[in-house]
Protein backbone atom coordinates (compact mmCIF):
# COMPACT_ATOMS: atom_id res chain seq x y z
CA UNK A 1 0.00 0.00 0.00
CA UNK A 2 1.42 3.45 -0.71
CA UNK A 3 0.71 6.73 -0.05
CA UNK A 4 -1.64 7.63 -3.10
CA UNK A 5 -3.85 4.49 -2.64
CA UNK A 6 -4.23 5.55 1.05
CA UNK A 7 -5.60 8.92 0.10
CA UNK A 8 -7.47 7.37 -2.46
CA UNK A 9 -9.60 4.96 -0.10
CA UNK A 10 -10.05 7.94 2.35
CA UNK A 11 -11.30 10.61 -0.44
CA UNK A 12 -15.01 8.55 -0.29
CA UNK A 13 -17.25 9.62 2.29
CA UNK A 14 -18.74 6.11 2.10
CA UNK A 15 -15.15 4.39 3.00
CA UNK A 16 -14.81 6.81 5.49
CA UNK A 17 -17.64 6.23 7.36
CA UNK A 18 -17.33 2.38 7.27
CA UNK A 19 -13.45 3.04 8.50
CA UNK A 20 -14.97 5.13 11.53
CA UNK A 21 -17.42 2.41 12.45
CA UNK A 22 -15.16 -0.71 11.92
CA UNK A 23 -12.79 1.11 14.14
CA UNK A 24 -15.10 0.20 16.87
CA UNK A 25 -15.03 -3.38 16.19
CA UNK A 26 -16.01 -5.88 13.63
CA UNK A 27 -19.25 -5.27 11.61
CA UNK A 28 -21.21 -7.58 9.01
CA UNK A 29 -22.09 -6.35 5.58
CA UNK A 30 -25.95 -6.39 6.98
CA UNK A 31 -25.01 -3.92 9.69
CA UNK A 32 -23.12 -1.60 7.53
CA UNK A 33 -25.67 -1.34 5.21
CA UNK A 34 -28.62 -0.45 7.74
CA UNK A 35 -26.40 1.63 9.34
CA UNK A 36 -25.28 3.51 6.08
CA UNK A 37 -28.79 3.17 4.52
CA UNK A 38 -26.79 1.98 1.21
CA UNK A 39 -27.72 -1.04 -0.58
CA UNK A 40 -25.61 -4.74 0.08
CA UNK A 41 -23.90 -4.28 -3.55
CA UNK A 42 -22.79 -0.22 -2.56
CA UNK A 43 -21.56 -1.46 0.25
CA UNK A 44 -19.68 -4.75 -0.34
CA UNK A 45 -17.80 -2.94 -3.42
CA UNK A 46 -16.59 -0.84 -0.92
CA UNK A 47 -15.18 -3.21 1.21
CA UNK A 48 -13.98 -5.29 -1.25
CA UNK A 49 -11.93 -2.17 -2.42
CA UNK A 50 -10.54 -1.66 1.42
CA UNK A 51 -9.89 -5.30 1.34
CA UNK A 52 -7.72 -5.66 -1.80
CA UNK A 53 -6.01 -2.32 -0.38
CA UNK A 54 -5.00 -4.57 2.73
CA UNK A 55 -6.98 -2.42 5.39
CA UNK A 56 -9.67 -4.84 6.05
CA UNK A 57 -10.17 -8.23 6.78
CA UNK A 58 -12.84 -10.47 6.32
CA UNK A 59 -14.39 -13.75 8.13
CA UNK A 60 -17.18 -15.81 6.86
CA UNK A 61 -19.32 -17.45 10.07
CA UNK A 62 -22.47 -19.10 8.22
CA UNK A 63 -23.67 -16.85 5.49
CA UNK A 64 -22.35 -13.45 7.35
CA UNK A 65 -19.51 -11.86 6.04
CA UNK A 66 -17.61 -9.60 8.53
CA UNK A 67 -15.43 -7.02 8.49
CA UNK A 68 -12.52 -5.64 10.85
CA UNK A 69 -9.38 -3.48 10.49
CA UNK A 70 -6.58 -5.44 9.97
CA UNK A 71 -4.56 -5.24 12.94
CA UNK A 72 -1.19 -4.46 11.30
CA UNK A 73 -1.65 -1.43 9.10
CA UNK A 74 -0.10 1.37 7.36
CA UNK A 75 1.57 4.31 8.76
CA UNK A 76 -0.09 7.02 6.75
CA UNK A 77 -3.55 5.12 7.30
CA UNK A 78 -3.07 4.81 11.18
CA UNK A 79 -2.40 8.52 11.52
CA UNK A 80 -5.55 9.37 9.21
CA UNK A 81 -7.31 6.78 11.13
CA UNK A 82 -6.07 9.10 14.72
CA UNK A 83 -7.65 11.65 12.81
CA UNK A 84 -11.21 10.16 12.11
CA UNK A 85 -11.43 9.21 15.58
CA UNK A 86 -11.62 13.28 16.47
CA UNK A 87 -14.44 13.17 14.31
CA UNK A 88 -16.46 11.08 15.91
CA UNK A 89 -18.10 14.54 18.37
CA UNK A 90 -18.60 16.14 14.99
CA UNK A 91 -22.23 15.54 13.95
CA UNK A 92 -21.09 15.03 10.07
CA UNK A 93 -22.63 11.22 9.27
CA UNK A 94 -20.17 10.15 11.62
CA UNK A 95 -21.53 10.60 15.04
CA UNK A 96 -24.87 9.52 14.17
CA UNK A 97 -23.48 6.46 12.55
CA UNK A 98 -21.76 5.53 15.70
CA UNK A 99 -25.45 6.59 17.71
CA UNK A 100 -27.40 3.79 15.11
CA UNK A 101 -24.33 1.23 15.14
CA UNK A 102 -25.40 0.69 19.14
CA UNK A 103 -28.54 0.00 18.45
CA UNK A 104 -28.35 -1.98 15.95
CA UNK A 105 -25.71 -3.94 18.06
CA UNK A 106 -27.70 -4.30 21.06
CA UNK A 107 -29.48 -7.03 19.99
CA UNK A 108 -30.09 -9.78 22.67
CA UNK A 109 -30.77 -12.95 20.73
CA UNK A 110 -28.15 -15.33 20.06
CA UNK A 111 -29.30 -16.45 16.95
CA UNK A 112 -29.36 -13.39 15.22
CA UNK A 113 -26.53 -11.84 12.85
CA UNK A 114 -26.40 -8.80 15.24
CA UNK A 115 -24.91 -11.72 18.10
CA UNK A 116 -22.40 -13.46 15.65
CA UNK A 117 -21.22 -9.89 14.58
CA UNK A 118 -20.86 -9.20 18.57
CA UNK A 119 -18.32 -11.73 18.93
CA UNK A 120 -14.44 -10.84 18.28
CA UNK A 121 -12.58 -12.05 15.37
Known amino acids: MNYVSVY ?3 CDVRRLRILNLLQEGP ?3 CHLTEILGETQVQVSKQLLY ?3 LGILEVERR ?3 RIYRLKEKRNPLLQQNLKCLQDLKGEDFPFAADLRLRKRVCAC ?3 TTATEICRVDL
Do not use: D, H, T, Y
Request: some cysteine; overall charge positive; charged content about 20%.
Open 8 to 10: KCL
Open 108 to 110: SSP
Open 62 to 64: AQW
Open 50 to 52: MKR
Open 27 to 29: LCV
